[in-house]
């Protein structure tokens, strides 16, 4: 028996089709719910709550990954500067870095 979180890892890197991939994540589901593991409940909630765009993955295998690298490094520049209130000396400094 493959452990759960090795299947939803070989879902996502073995699956290359929409309705394959909604298939095994259904099937990843119910291991969870049988399995009882209290940690894996909350990800199998978001997974079935998001699944239509989860699936959009299986359409090109992109993520958003690199803009929510982004933001975080938005986050942590406005981080440094507490109350930046200035968008202008924002938007310049972050062109200068990140541009």
Known sequence: MIPIQTYIFNVFENTTDKNNGLSKLARWHEKVAQAEFKSFNTISRSIQNHYQIILNYFDNR?????????NAKIKAF??????????????????NIYA
């Open 78 to 95: 406005r981080s440094q500067f507490r109350g930046l209130r200035n968008i202008e000396f924002l938007l310049s400094r972050l062109t």
């Open 62 to 70: 992109s993520t958003n990954a690199s803009a929510e690298s982004f």
